[in-house]
């Protein structure tokens, strides 16, 4: 286990609905990044985190956002959700976050389904 | 263009048997690593190795091995003697630094090989 926990484990939503994704990153750690990941596919890259502060971001709309919290953790959230939105979304926890070198340790996911 | 490429959508193989899983990558950056995961039906991404674009060197961790050969922009994983607890699905991915000191440490992934271990 990589020690990064996610929240909740699965979530139903209706479209237009929000969400907020919870993560706690590995102790020590102090990025955390967020991936998309649709059925059958490679996580997509959604944003990342260091020291509280977005450091990048994939190609995804503003009604995906984000908070990262003095103790590392974040939150990621939707807004305005549509159907397409439904996948799996992975926390990953690094050290750094200013250079590639850092490997990403991830979460199990959490599970959201957009009805 | 996608930066990571894994054309083996799915792979099947009877338990004992070598099985070697395909990654290429492209990219223009002189700096960047490369990684592999594997994702087990539980949806979780384990980390299985890093190499940096410095490092040519194949590496052997047990029944696993990986060649890196930059000439061709690839990074193949083998395994050796498979198990069914292989089974899952194996991800490539390519990390950058990007130029004026700016850096992210972002994944790209490429679209996984699903890896299937028969008894």
């Known amino acids: 286990e990589t020690g990064v926990t996610q929240s909740p484990t699965h979530l139903i939503k209706t479209r237009g609905q929000q969400v907020t994704l919870r993560c706690s990153s590995q102790?020590?750690?102090?990025?955390v990044s967020w991936y998309q990941q649709a059925l059958g596919q490679g996580p997509q890259f959604i944003f990342q985190y260091y020291r509280e502060e977005e450091n990048g971001r994939g190609n995804f709309p503003p009604r995906f956002s984000g908070l990262q919290f003095p103790n590392y953790s974040s939150e990621l959230n939707v807004n305005a959700l549509e159907l397409d939105d439904s996948a799996l979304y992975l926390c990953?926890?690094?050290?750094?976050?200013?250079?590639?070198?850092?490997?990403?340790?991830f979460g199990p996911g959490t599970r959201l389904t957009v009805l | 263009a996608q930066k990571v490429t894994q054309a083996q959508t799915e792979i099947s193989v009877v338990e004992k048997e070598d099985v070697t899983l395909d990654c290429v990558y492209e990219t223009r950056d002189t700096t960047y690593y490369l990684f592999w995961y594997k994702q087990p039906p539980s949806g979780e991404l384990v980390f299985l190795i890093r190499?940096?674009?410095?490092?040519?060197q194949n590496e052997i961790s047990g029944r696993y091995s990986w060649n890196f050969q930059k000439s061709t922009s690839s990074f193949n994983f083998t395994i050796t003697a498979s198990q069914v607890v292989d089974s899952a699905v194996y991800f490539c991915?390519?990390?950058?630094?990007?130029?004026?000191?700016?850096?992210?440490?972002?994944?790209?992934f490429g679209r996984g090989t699903q890896l299937t271990v028969w008894p």
């Open positions: 991915a390519l990390s950058e630094r990007k130029d004026r000191g700016s850096t992210l440490g972002r994944l790209y």
């Open positions: 102790s020590g750690h102090n990025t």
């Open positions: 990953a926890s690094s050290v750094g976050g200013t250079t590639p070198t850092d490997t990403q340790y």
């Open positions: 190499r940096n674009s410095f490092d040519e």
